[in-house]
């Protein structure tokens, strides 16, 4: 072979390999040196003329789980090829790139164990090479199988039913301001009660005190009036302001009557935007809280895996024996399902291509939720482990893997979670349920406005007979007029 200098030396092929490492082909008089592989070319058909035995889930009719949902979260397949979904698309992958053959084995469910179950004893047992299709990791699971490092990052928690989450119906009249704002307003509103009839006292005593006892005293002439005056405008019933002609006395009744229309708007328009909206919050803050309260833990679809990785954390260590638990689901009642984001959107068919319409009927409530990692799983001692732990960080890094969970799992985890201390923006026109509240507020209004008419004419009276009956003791006791 010519080397660099041009000087032709004479190599053995084993010699020279052995001395200068990589491979390389003959050019000409030369030999050109191939380039090192990295990445996922150096492990390109490194698995070539292995089989692999994967199982699958077998979802019947009364597992409770959409079977497109759970294949879309799963495995597709049609005549014993995969043809998608979302572990099933990775594992096309790694045949891309290892250069494997599969052969796919159903696993179903049983009266004892659930289908996850019988995957693990299908591995264990090595009658399967490789689950095809997500499952959680125990402590239990990963004695007795091999995992391999995490590819997909969820979420499990309470799930309970929407519906919990919206408290529109504890709507109140005094809601839109706080217990403290409404007594500092009665407390403005009196002191301006009290100064308007000091100003009408001194108003009198200024006059004389002296009525004729012939005519009616102007209306204005007793404190009732400036009272039940106010407690009208404060009532917002539009109620006729009536003074005299001192300039004083518009001004003050202005400045009242102004500052409780002012309120009055604000306290109006608060009401609406209140009622206009939807407003979410949680029905409990904790699970212990929630068991307090009567809530139950439905008991549907608990595999082993499942009560060690997400029931016994969220519980503090108790197991489904060691709660209250019901046979219905959350939409069936004040009940918790303790369950994977990816199970919830299973049986609920949440997710895009099930056949629930709109919005999802359940949420996870996110105060109570752990996170938690799915690996692909395989059987005990399996050999190829470290390619397959090589292989799937390079599709992670390459952003391959993030193209595969937008397609086949578009919800994520803040679509999980439920609405809490927020409003739903997407309400903007009053509904039969909310216009009830608008009579209602009318309904208030119009019998205050009575009981404010009733009470000023039971006053007036009350004033003009108090005044008729001082003017005549007044005219018996005062001594008779000389010509």
């Known amino acids: 072979m010519i080397a660099k200098n041009g000087s032709l030396r004479m190599y053995s092929g084993s010699s020279f390999h052995s001395r200068h490492g990589p491979r390389g082909e003959c050019r000409g008089p030369r030999y050109i040196h191939r380039q090192r592989r990295t990445g996922l070319s150096a492990s390109l058909r490194a698995m070539s003329g292995v089989h692999l035995r994967l199982a699958h889930l077998a979802l019947g009719g009364d597992s409770g789980l959409d079977p497109m949902v759970v294949n879309n979260l799963h495995m597709m397949h049609r005549n014993g090829t995969i043809t998608g979904g979302l572990v099933g698309e990775l ?11 599969y052969s ?37 699971r990963g004695r007795l199988l091999d995992f391999s490092c995490p590819f997909l990052t969820e979420r499990s928690g309470a ?8 408290v ?11 217990s403290r704002a409404w007594y500092a307003l009665l407390a403005v509103q009196t002191a301006a009660v009290l100064v308007l009839c000091l100003v009408t006292w001194c108003h009198l005593r200024m006059r004389g005190g002296s009525l004729d006892a012939e005519a009616d005293p102007p209306p204005e002439a007793g404190a009732s009036f400036w009272f039940l005056i106010v407690l009208g405008v404060f009532c917002q019933q539009g109620a006729v302001v009536r003074a005299d002609g001192a300039l004083s006395y518009r001004l003050a009744i202005s400045a009242v009557y102004l500052l409780s229309f002012f309120i009055f708007a604000c306290y109006s328009g608060t009401l609406l935007a209140q009622m206009a909206i939807t407003r979410y919050e949680m029905p409990f803050a904790t699970l212990n809280q929630a068991l307090e309260q009567g809530w139950r833990v439905s008991n549907f679809t608990s ?10 954390p969220l519980m503090g260590g108790r197991d489904l024996p060691q709660l209250p638990t019901s046979s219905d689901g959350p939409l069936q009642g004040r009940n918790l399902l303790l369950m994977t984001s990816a199970t919830t959107d299973g049986l609920f068919r949440c997710l895009p291509g099930g056949s629930q319409e ?9 105060g109570t939720t752990i996170r938690h990692d799915y690996s692909l799983v395989f059987r005990p001692h399996f050999p190829y482990l470290r390619l397959v732990n090589y292989v799937i960080p390079q599709l992670i890094d390459r952003g391959i893997m993030s193209r595969v969970l937008r397609r086949w799992q578009p919800r ?14 997407e309400k903007t026109q009053f509904g039969v349920d909310n216009l009830k509240y608008v009579f209602l507020i009318v309904l208030a209004g119009t019998l205050s406005a009575i009981v404010v008419l009733f009470m000023e004419r039971v006053a007036s009276l009350l004033s003009m007979v108090y005044d008729r009956s001082h003017a005549s003791l007044y005219n018996r006791l005062r001594p008779p007029l000389r010509a």
């Open 91 to 101: 594992v096309l992958l790694l045949q891309g790139v290892l250069g494997f053959s």
């Open 104 to 140: 796919l084995h159903p696993v179903a469910h049983t009266t004892n164990l659930s289908a996850w179950d019988r995957v693990v004893e299908e591995l264990y047992a090595g009658r399967a090479d490789m689950m095809a299709g997500k499952l959680l990791r125990s402590l239990m």
């Open 159 to 166: 799930v309970i039913d929407q519906r919990y989450t919206h």
């Open 168 to 178: 529109l119906n504890r709507f109140r009249m005094t809601q839109p301001l706080e």
């Open 303 to 312: 595999s082993l895996g499942l009560r060690e990785t997400v029931v016994q």
């Open 358 to 366: 709109g919005q999802c009927p359940v949420c996870m409530h996110p």
């Open 412 to 425: 994520g985890i803040s679509d999980i979670l439920c609405p809490t201390n927020t409003v739903a923006l």
